[in-house]
């Protein structure tokens, strides 16, 4: 059975690191999912972030982690607002 599967790369290059959401893979697991599908997201992260061309794939590839979507929680639901 095939699950969905975010994918967040981590940008620890800029004044204040951030991670991104830039999609989501189907497989049934993590690293299948995202062997199938990571020339797609490469090509999202360059151009969603307007990387420059001499970040080269494998920088974008050790930089991306992938969630399981069914396992995100928003912290408004499980803590209280500040």
């Known amino acids: ?3 969905v599967y975010e994918v967040v790369f ?3 290059w800029q004044e204040l690191p951030a991670y991104y959401l830039v999609g989501s893979v189907e497989g049934r697991r993590p690293k299948e999912a995202l062997a199938k ?3 797609e997201v490469i ?3 360059r151009k969603e972030l307007d990387l ?3 970040v080269d794939d494998y920088h974008i590839y050790g930089s991306l982690y992938v969630l399981r ?3 995100l929680v928003c912290a408004a639901r499980v803590a209280p607002s500040p």
């Open 1 to 3: 059975m095939a699950r």
């Open 10 to 12: 981590y940008n620890g």
């Open 37 to 39: 599908q990571l020339s």
């Open 43 to 45: 090509a999202n992260v």
């Open 52 to 54: 420059d061309p001499e």
């Open 69 to 71: 979507s069914d396992a």
